[in-house]
């Protein structure tokens, strides 16, 4: 978890200073994570991150709209995924291979 927050260290500096958008930076931390669990990892973080992101993204979405905070269309909202990737390394870190053991075992 240490070479995680120290890897990723110089990416949120050159952020800051070189005033990028944050939430492009995605696969660099999906390249984080596959070095810290393995290539094996990727397919069930990715998949677990899209389905959370989508559980909470989505409801969050239509109440902002609905209460009047934006008048932007849906399909212009932008959603970090960076905290759902997050997210999804912690179920494959946790549950990751009795997951994919229920799942038929594809990538054991």
Request: charged share 10%; no cysteine.
């Amino acid at each position: 978890m240490v070479a995680l927050v120290s890897a990723s260290h110089p990416v949120i500096s050159a952020e800051v200073v070189a005033d990028v958008n944050p939430l492009n930076r995605s696969w660099e931390m999906l390249a984080l994570i596959g070095v810290a669990l393995g290539w094996k990892a990727l397919p069930l973080v990715v998949f677990a991150g899209a389905i959370v992101g989508s559980l909470v993204s989505i409801p969050v979405a239509l109440v902002t709209r609905w209460r009047g905070g934006s008048d932007q269309p849906l399909r212009d909202v932008q959603v970090p995924f960076g905290p759902f990737l997050a997210f999804g390394a912690l179920v494959y870190l946790f549950a990751g291979r009795s997951l994919l053991a229920f799942a038929g075992g594809a990538w054991q």
